[in-house]
């Protein structure tokens, strides 16, 4: 793209170039400003897992919808919970693969990150991911309305390229799961 506007510079030079550029420059701008507005959008976008503020909250829309709530635990730095984010979880949920089948929250174990646990107490992400031996990153666990974990965490990545099979499979457990809770 840059090479083909210095080109048109270089044409406007001469004469007749000089009529070309000021016809397809304006153009070209106008397209930059899309592509480069369109890559903010697209990354604002992406970021489409909420972080868990209140899990009582989410109880209740659980409850409501009868679907279990996945935690997502994750801290900065987490390469691979960057490459689960990017690589698994956002097309799942952009494929609308993920949206009918669970609540899906992340709780982060950097500090300064607080939420309000499923007793309404307000709690650090650490305290939280403890509570469920969720030490590594990324976990994802698989709760209930009252926070009790019904299917099996997920942690680590084992492998990548089957991480959405075994995700579907623990929710498909959860689900049966939760069907029994009355």
Known sequence: M???MK????LSNSGSGQRYAAKILPALCF?????VGGADKSRAAERTITW??????DAEASRDLNLPIVVFVTQ?????CAALRRQVLYPMIRAGELSDKAIIREVSLDAGFTLED??????SGRQFANHYAAVVTPTLLFLDAGGTQIAE???GISNIEFYGFYLLKSLESARTRLKKIP
């Open 153 to 155: 965490k997920m942690v």
């Open 2 to 4: 840059l090479r083909i």
């Open 118 to 123: 499923f007793s309404g107490m307000e709690v």
């Open 31 to 35: 397209l930059v400003l899309v592509i």
């Open 52 to 57: 868990a503020e209140s899990l009582m909250a």
């Open 76 to 80: 900065q730095g987490c390469q691979y």
């Open 7 to 10: 080109s048109i510079l270089f």
